[in-house]
């Protein structure tokens, strides 16, 4: 992986779940688990059709909250306070990240589907909080998802970032196509390479592949 790829780079845009930490923590575990009892309540349906009605928004929408929204006119805001109160007790500092991504020239983004007051508090836990310019959640996109490409050019806007010099590092391969098409650079950090004409580059390992760029 050529660290001349990044030469140009100047806005570093990270999403937060699975991509901040690794996803053997399964903090999304108990976000999903809320989601389900958040379903069941709103819908007034059993577990198991609330799991699957679940998948069906997160496939079709973009997240659960996206189809929600639109199939049901769920209130978004509720939702979003109710799905993120967990436990971050699984969560730990990483100061070799923390290291790596201050030493990252130009601007640093946090760009989740999640919220951004729930961001922070992950932020917190790792020992990442000061290290990013501005943290941006679904509610700065409108409540619209990544992957549309609607919510990234919102986010972006708001940001004034030009995705020219711009690199994204996210965890769902699906969600680095408008970011590609964008003209950035894309880094998919995920367990297993999901190989597509969208992603320039996988890691599994987001702090050794920043060690690379950053020296």
Known sequence: MPAA???????????????????SVRLFDQIEARMVAYVMTALGVDRAEADRLRVHYWR???????????????DPDPYLVDVHDISFDALTPDPALAARIRALPG???????????????????????????????VEHAGYRPKPEKSAFDQVF???????HVGAMF????????????????????????APQDHIHHHTDDLSDFLARLVG
């Not at 079709?60 to 769920?74: F, K, P, Q, S, V």
């Not at 007051?117 to 836990?125: C, D, F, G, I």
């Open 5 to 23: 790829d990044f030469a140009h780079v100047r806005a570093w845009v990270f999403d937060l779940d699975n991509t901040l930490y690794h996803p």
């Open 60 to 74: 079709t929408h973009g997240t659960t909250l996206a189809g929600l929204m639109r199939e049901h006119d769920i």
């Open 107 to 137: 601007r640093r983004i946090v760009y989740t589907n999640g919220s951004a007051p729930y961001a922070e508090r992950v932020l917190a836990a790792r020992g990442l909080s000061g290290l990013f310019d501005a943290v941006y959640g």
């Open 157 to 163: 806007a708001r940001d004034a970032l030009d995705p």
């Open 170 to 193: 996210e965890d769902e391969a699906r969600n680095l196509a408008a970011p590609h098409a964008m003209g950035m650079k894309t880094v998919h950090v995920a367990p297993d390479p």
